[in-house]
C-alpha cells in the first residue's frame, strides 16, 4: 500500500489518495477467482474447472476486480490512515476506484477527523457545592415512607375520609346508558389520590359501609376517551367497607421487621449514612457539571456532524440495552412514545453534543498537563471491568481495546485534575434574600384525565424521561469509531 496523497479540506475533513501495488492486487484478483469459479460454467469444462485466463478471455479481466477491490480496501485504508498518522471519527467516503495499465488498483477515501481543539479555562474554577448534611427531617421523612410502605389496612365503622381506602361497586352512566369501561366490583379506591376522574373521589368523603349513592361528574375535555370527552355522567356507588391505614409504632420491633438492625437507633443512624451518601455523591456530580459546562463554554473547536452522530449511536445502543434488561424492545418503545428513530435522536442530540465536547477538552487538557496512565492501571482497569460484567478478560478485551481503555482513564485523570484546581463555594441560600414567591396554581392534565374512570391505566416498565442521561450500560464500550470495513461500489 501507498498514500500518495493527503489533502486537507474544510470542516475537520481529510481526502486521502491510496494506491495498491499490482503484486498485492493480483494476489486479491486470484482470491476473487478462487471464490467465484465455482460458479462459473464454461463450455469444454467442467464447472467451476475453468482456468482463470479463459474466464478473464471470456468476460473480461475485469470480471474479478469487484471482489479483489473489496479484499485490498480495508487493510489499505487502515494502513494508509496510520501512516498519515490522523484520528479519524467517521466511516470513510470511498470514490474514484480505478486499476492502473501496470495493475496498480487506486481509490480515494475522504474521512473526519478529530478537530484541533483550544481549552482556554480549566484551571482555579469555581462552582457552588451542595451541603451534604443531614437534617433529623430527612431522616423522620425516610423513617415515615417505610411506616407508610408497612402499613396496614384496617376496616372501621365510620364515615370515609380523605386517605381511607374505600372498596365499592360501581357503574357509570351517560345520558341514562352505560358505557364500556366504567363498571367496577369490589374496587379498592383511595380517597383524594387522584385515580379517578375529579370530583369523584370527593363525593365519596362521608359515606360509610353498605351506603349506596349517585356520584355526578362531568369527563375532562381532554379525556382519553373521545366519546365520553366533556359530558356529564352518573356512577351508581355501593360502598362494601371503609378502610384506614394504620402505621406500625416506630419502635425496635419496627426496626427489626423492616430492616436487619435491632434497634430504631441503629435503623436511623443508617438511614442517615445512606441519605448523607447520597447528597455526596449527588453534590459531586453536581460540581462536576458545573466545572465542565465552564470549561467548554470558552474552548474553541470546531466539531465534525459525524462525531456527535457516533455519539448518539452509543447513547441509543446504551438506551436500547437498557430497555432490554426490562425486557422491551426499543422499536416497540419508541411506537408507544409515538416516536422513531430520527425524533428519538433528535431529543438526545444535544446531550451528544455536549458529550463530545467534554470528552475533546479532557483529552486536550491531558495533553497539555502530560497525564498518562501505567499498563498495570489498564490492567487493573480491566479486571473490574471483568468483574462488573462477568465476562472473561479475553471478552472485554476484544470489546474495549487497550488504546481506548487508556485512553478513557487518561480523561478521568484530566477531570480529576480539573476538579482538584477548582473551588467549591457554599452554595447561596437564596430564601434568606428575597420573600418565598406567590404560589400560582396552574391548570394541567391531570393523571385522571388520561385514565379509564374504572382505574388508572398501566404504566410502562420502561418509561424513561426524554432528558433524562442514559446511565452506563453494564458492558464494555469502546470509546472511538469502529474499524472501518468500506467497500467498492
Known amino acids: 500500500m501507498k498514500l500518495t496523497n493527503v489533502e486537507k479540506k474544510e470542516k475537520n475533513q481529510v481526502a486521502l489518495a491510496i494506491a495498491v501495488e499490482p503484486e498485492a492486487f493480483e494476489e486479491a484478483c486470484e482470491k476473487s477467482y478462487r471464490k467465484n469459479i465455482r460458479s462459473i460454467n464454461i463450455q469444454g469444462f467442467r464447472k467451476g474447472r475453468a482456468p482463470r485466463k479463459m474466464v478473464e478471455r471470456l468476460y473480461g479481466k475485469e470480471v474479478f476486480y469487484e471482489d479483489a477491490m473489496n479484499f485490498c480496501i480495508p487493510d489499505a485504508y487502515e494502513a494508509a490512515v496510520k501512516e498519515a498518522g490522523i484520528d479519524v471519527v467517521s466511516q470513510p467516503e470511498l470514490s474514484d ?8 488498483f487506486v481509490f480515494n477515501a475522504l474521512v473526519y477527523v478529530k478537530p484541533e481543539v483550544i481549552v482556554k479555562d480549566y484551571k482555579g474554577l469555581e462552582a457552588e457545592k451542595d ?21 396496614r389496612l384496617v376496616p372501621v365503622d365510620r364515615e370515609a375520609q380523605n386517605g381511607d381506602t374505600v372498596n365499592l361497586d360501581f357503574e357509570g352512566f351517560v345520558d341514562g346508558i352505560a358505557f364500556e369501561g366504567g363498571k367496577g366490583e369490589k374496587f379498592d379506591l383511595e380517597v383524594g389520590s387522584g385515580t379517578f376522574i375529579p370530583g369523584f373521589e370527593d363525593q365519596l368523603v362521608g359515606k360509610k359501609a353498605e351506603e349506596e349513592c349517585d356520584v355526578n361528574v362531568t369527563f375532562p375535555e381532554g379525556y382519553q376517551e373521545k366519546s365520553l370527552a366533556g359530558k356529564p355522567a352518573v356512577f351508581k356507588c355501593r360502598i362494601n367497607e371503609v378502610k384506614e391505614s394504620q402505621k406500625p409504632e416506630l419502635d425496635d420491633e419496627f426496626a427489626k421487621d423492616v430492616s436487619e438492625f435491632d434497634t430504631l437507633a441503629e435503623l436511623k443512624a443508617d438511614i442517615e449514612k445512606k441519605i448523607a451518601e447520597r447528597k455526596t455523591e449527588s453534590a459531586k456530580n453536581a460540581f462536576q457539571e458545573n466545572l465542565m459546562d465552564q470549561v467548554i463554554a470558552t ?19 446504551d438506551f436500547g440495552y437498557r430497555l432490554a434488561m426490562q425486557g422491551m424492545e426499543l422499536e416497540n418503545y419508541l411506537k408507544m412514545q409515538g416516536m422513531d428513530h430520527n425524533s428519538f435522536r433528535m431529543i438526545f442530540r444535544n446531550q451528544a453534543l455536549r458529550q463530545v465536547k467534554i470528552r475533546l477538552a479532557l483529552e486536550q487538557i491531558a495533553k497539555m498537563e502530560n497525564l498518562d496512565v501505567s499498563e498495570d492501571e489498564v490492567n487493573v482497569e480491566y479486571q473490574k471491568l471483568c468483574d462488573q460484567n462477568k465476562m472473561e478478560m479475553e471478552r472485554v478485551k476484544a470489546l474495549l481495546p487497550a488504546e481506548d481503555l487508556k485512553m478513557d482513564l487518561i480523561c478521568q485523570k484530566a477531570n480529576d485534575f480539573v476538579i482538584k484546581n477548582a473551588v467549591a463555594k457554599e452554595k447561596e441560600d437564596k430564601s434568606a434574600k428575597k420573600p418565598a414567591a406567590k404560589k400560582t396554581v396552574k391548570k394541567t392534565e391531570t393523571a385522571a384525565e388520561k385514565k379509564p374512570a374504572k382505574k388508572a391505566a398501566a404504566k410502562t416498565e420502561a418509561k424513561a424521561e426524554e432528558k433524562a442521561e442514559p446511565a452506563a450500560v453494564e458492558k464494555p464500550k469502546r470509546t472511538r469509531a469502529k474499524k472501518a470495513e468500506p467497500k467498492a461500489e
Open 97 to 104: 476506484f480505478d486499476v492502473q495499465e501496470d495493475g496498480t
Open 131 to 151: 451541603d451534604s448534611t443531614v437534617s433529623t427531617e430527612e431522616v423522620d421523612a425516610e423513617i415515615n415512607r417505610m411506616q407508610q410502605r408497612n402499613a
Open 299 to 317: 474552548m474553541e473547536a470546531e466539531i465534525p456532524d459525524a462525531m456527535v452522530d457516533s455519539q448518539l449511536d452509543r447513547i441509543e445502543e
